[in-house]
């Protein structure tokens, strides 16, 4: 192939690169963290959960899931968004990174001011992730944190 | 308390304060077993272990359950990595353009003119732009879990982190202290 050709093809190939990275540090990530409290008393899947709902009665063995608190964020890279959660916890969350089609979250939740959990996950644009466990009035809270972004 | 995942979960990896669970085997740790059934030992590990496997029911029980977790993540791999092969009949079609230049003998121009070289580099171009249209104009499919964990910490008692089968949704949970 001859110079020309391959500088031909080299500057096609090249021009959408510096255009993308200038998107990448533009782009806001919208996150839509909600808190939900599952238990065993009763049967009831909150309307305001939709099909949320439905993946959770096929995960856990709960018969009742009650949306307590949804908050939706529109954050920068490395900007912490922060939901307050019932017990005196309080979940922060930032995207930190954009790498092959996965939005870097840490996640950090207190309980009465102290740590007590923190992660780092790599979440699928335009998926969520479910982190659950603190016990919460004869259930459990459930914390459902969806990603995606918006350029 | 029950276990609320009893029956319903796969996928599933313990961590008790950040230490395998114990494995009722003295001779070969979990780690140990997980190798086994990657085929990641050499090939004399792997009769010694499978001879003992013949005789240790949770070693072999414990084997299964790894190679049923490399199954599932493996066909869903494979299921999503399907859609990417058609990207790469491009490859074959600029292969093939470039035998069919090294046959014609070589100039200035490498025995074209320059109106032919321009329409030349339009015709890979327009090749170009078109397979990457088709490429990307698919919806991105990204294979894997929603979500993959890099670390957990804290003050928690314990931690459990699995996928579901059918969604490969992820779910982390912990226990407070």
Redesign the interface.
Known sequence: ??G??KL??LM??LSPLPAAGAKVAEAKVLTDVRVIHASAKSDHIDPALRGLGR?LT?????TSYRQIKQKKMRLEYRQTGAVSLPGRRILEITPVDLA???I?YRIR?T?GG????????????G?????????FKDG?LLFNIFGTIQK | MKHPFEAKSSCLEIINGGNAMSHACSKYDPESISRFADSAVSSEEYKEMKRHMETCAPCRKLAGEYRAISISLKSALYRETDSLAEGFALDGVLSRIEREKRRRPAGLFGAYGPKKILLQAVSIAVIIVVGAGIYLGKPSVIPGPSAIVNYVEGDASSVMIFETMEEQHTVIWYTET
């Open positions: 192939m001859t020309l050709r031909l093809i096609l190939l993946k096929s995960i856990f063995r709960y092959g089609g996965r870097k939740i309980k102290s740590p007590a959990f923190r992660t780092e996950i790599m979440l699928k644009k998926s969520s992730i479910t982190i659950g466990g603190p016990e459990v």
